[in-house]
């Protein structure tokens, strides 16, 4: 059964689990979940929110109605520019940067299309499920702006360079078989079952150990950053820490 937490701005955060299960849901249907920035805001204080929340201990995004999100609201667009720098103004409506810094685990359920900005937003996820009628699409080079929550870099890291620049330079649009095939998908489910599917996996990272779990998902992503051989330095190094019961 779920607990309503908010529904301001176009975000609506909900608990499941008793609590453990967090569900934070782009809630514009009518704008296809287009973010503008009291969306951007909500959002980014919502995933401040719920790192803070001793109870939660893995949180699931997704879209109302039939898209994930639309990408950025073309009707009321963001300051691009404050969302490129690194001020503590800015930082307080980027919601990418506040998924990048939330030591919990974060699964999107992508509902369905997933474009440009959201699909930044689904890159920021550690791992990605999605309904069979989900998509992905980059179109900045079809609007004629630069990616700044981080498209260019995330996309080819997880789908290959190669793959990345075909989507990207072409503005080509992903379904979800395709997603899979390119790993970009971890599951692809029916759209009655991706919620189910999303907050059952949610309950299971729940039940595991939450202090392995933080560390684990900190050193996977700071791997990412590194050379293989700083990375297997940098786990070895952590390793030793845990098994001599430090705290890192």
């Known amino acids: 059964m779920a607990t309503l937490v908010t529904d301001e701005h176009g975000v609506k955060v ?41 109870e939660v201990r893995a949180i699931i995004l997704t879209g109302a109605g039939r898209a994930f999100s639309a990408g950025i609201d073309l009707q009321a667009p963001l300051d691009a520019y404050a969302h490129a720098t690194d001020t503590v103004a800015a930082l307080s409506n980027n919601p990418v940067r506040a998924m990048d810094e939330c030591t919990k685990p974060i699964i999107g359920a ?26 992905f699409m980059d179109t900045h080079t079809a609007v004629g702006v630069v990616p700044c929550w981080g498209l260019s870099q995330r996309l080819s890291r997880v789908v290959g360079a190669n793959r990345a620049r075909f989507m990207s330079l072409t503005a080509s649009k992903v379904d979800a078989k395709t997603a899979y095939e390119y790993g970009l998908l971890a599951q692809v489910v029916e759209p009655d079952e991706l919620m189910p599917t999303a907050i059952a996996l949610g309950e299971k990272v729940a039940s595991l150990d939450q202090d392995v779990v933080t560390k684990y998902k900190q050193t996977l992503n700071d791997g ?25």
Request: proline share 2%; glycine share 6%.
């Open 110 to 135: 992508v509902n369905g299309a997933a474009a440009t900005g959201a699909f930044e937003l689904a890159l920021a996820c550690d791992t990605l499920i999605g309904s069979t009628k989900a998509k």
């Open 14 to 54: 909900e608990t499941f689990a008793d609590g453990a299960v967090a569900v934070v849901t782009l809630n514009r249907p009518e704008r296809m979940n287009a973010i503008n920035e009291p969306l951007a805001t909500a959002l980014t204080q919502a995933f401040f929110s719920l790192e803070r929340d001793e």
């Open 224 to 248: 990412l950053r590194m050379s293989m051989g700083e990375a297997l330095v940098m786990e070895r190094e952590r390793a030793r820490r845990q098994y001599a019961g430090i705290d890192t």
